[in-house]
């Protein structure tokens, strides 16, 4: 155990769990006041059930022994964290119990993005059904393929076989472009198809409430995402610094590329442009952080930055309503930042390898987009059967009743927003200082 290492992988791990409420700011903020809550309380929902579902079989599907020829994990060979507690249980330098953290923060925020997509109409209860069976079906056995290296003893020699894209495919993934971006957005188009379109969209606008909120947001996951991508190296080494530094030029990158296409396009260059261009940014280097000079990733940041302001619109285009541009962002920009480590991967990078532009020819292209493909496929499929599947059986959307009178009234009998008195019991029985300014007006009326 290295402690230094340990320290930093246990910091990265509370900031990617902050990143979740990051998220719920972010997406709170871009609903109506009627929808606020409820958007919130679905990123939090997450914490919970996957939190739970993590230590009881998530951390064996993703990293116990391989059961199924690079597919899933033993579900069953941790659970409950079974034989990691000990000082002895060790993952490379880390405790055993600190790697558990760190990753299982990767799967509730993969779950989290899901909810943007079908927000203003979605019921809670069974969106916390469908965030559990997917977690399960879709992100663990992902995680798996993605995540789970093999395993060799000091010979080389492969004695724990881990996940078929990190393996046997050798693609490129650092921090979870496929395994949660990719993942997330299709699993978001495959519900937003599954709950059909707000009532109203798009015919109505649908402004966000609190633009401040959505900024708020944007800062968290950045403050955040450092942990998710710098502790991805699990190590306080030279590896962390180059991921840290590439996450801060292509996040700049993306938010400046964003608010170009929007400045040439729209005549505006609006807040709302430049916080959905961070996550933009944020997402595309998540897989490449590890395999690009920080001008490859200034290169990715501004390519994703503007082909996700662009594709924000394909919903308008297509007719399918997704709230939040999780397609539109998540999904075209992990696409994006995956795919990209075939042109720009320089091995003057940690990862070693060169893409198309340095010399490597397509042998990491081709891996890349077969990562991607396959992931997108597997989670989109999985993800329109599971939402219909909770849709027949528990219902999924709230009646339209419930949605134009508010959806956070409906589902958990609150506001987000109290425009009364504000004078709770102690000034029960009290006049108001409007009350009294009222009736002297009236007084002056009548005299």
């Known amino acids: 155990m290295d402690t230094g290492d340990t320290a930093w992988v246990l910091t990265s791990a509370a900031l990617v769990l902050l990143m979740t409420p990051g998220l719920a700011f972010f997406y709170g903020g871009m609903v109506r006041s009627k929808s606020v809550l409820n958007m919130m309380m679905m990123s939090l929902g997450a914490i919970g059930v996957v939190g739970v579902l993590w230590v009881l079989v998530g951390y064996s599907m993703a990293f116990g022994k391989d059961v199924g020829g ?127 379109k707000r009532v109203g969209w798009p015919k109505d606008r649908m402004k966000p409430h609190s633009l401040p909120l959505v900024v708020l947001g944007a800062g968290l996951l950045w403050f955040g995402w450092f942990g998710f991508n710098a502790g991805s190296a699990v190590a306080a080494n030279a590896t962390a610094g180059v991921t840290f530094v590439n996450t801060l030029v292509a996040t700049s990158a993306a938010m400046l590329g964003w608010l170009l296409v929007e400045r040439v396009r729209d005549g505006n260059a609006t807040t709302l442009g430049a916080a959905s261009g961070i996550v933009a940014g944020l997402v595309a280097i998540t897989p490449a952080c590890s395999s690009v000079t920080p001008l490859g990733a200034i290169a990715i940041g501004a390519i994703t930055g503007a082909l996700c302001a662009l594709a924000v619109s394909l919903k308008y285009r297509f007719g399918f309503d997704d709230s939040l541009d999780v397609v539109g962002v998540h999904l075209v920009g992990g696409l994006s930042g995956t795919l990209l480590i075939g042109l720009f991967a320089s091995d003057a990078a940690p990862a070693g390898v060169n893409g198309l532009f340095y010399g490597g020819g397509v042998d990491q292209l081709w891996r890349q987009a077969v990562g991607a493909i396959a992931v997108l496929a597997y989670s989109f499929v999985l993800s329109l059967l599971l939402g219909y599947l909770v849709k027949v059986t528990v219902g999924f959307r709230a009646d339209e009743e419930s949605e134009i009178g508010g959806i956070d009234e409906a589902e958990h009998a609150e506001t987000a927003y109290e425009f009364g008195s504000g004078l709770g019991t102690r000034g029960a029985g009290k006049p108001s200082v409007a009350a009294g300014a009222t009736a002297v007006l009236e007084g002056s009326n009548k005299s």
Do not use: C
């Not at 507690?85 to 790697?99: E, H, K, M, Q």
């Not at 992902?142 to 693609?171: C, M, R, S, T, Y």
């Open 70 to 196: 690079g597919l899933l994990g033993a579900p069953f060979e941790f659970f409950g964290l079974d034989g990691l507690l000990g000082p002895d249980a060790l993952s490379g330098t880390l405790p055993a119990t600190v790697f558990v953290a760190f990753q299982a923060m990767f799967a509730i925020i993969t779950v989290a993005l899901i909810s943007g997509a079908i927000a203003d109409r979605a019921r809670f209860g069974p969106w916390l059904l469908f965030a559990g069976l997917w977690s399960i079906i879709v992100y663990f056995p992902v995680a798996h393929w993605v995540f789970d290296f093999d395993g060799k003893d000091e010979a080389g020699n492969v004695v724990d076989p881990g996940g078929w894209i990190a393996n046997q495919l050798a693609a490129i993934d650092f921090a979870g472009g496929t395994a949660v971006h990719i993942n997330a957005g299709a699993a978001g188009l495959a519900l937003a198809l599954v709950l059909g």
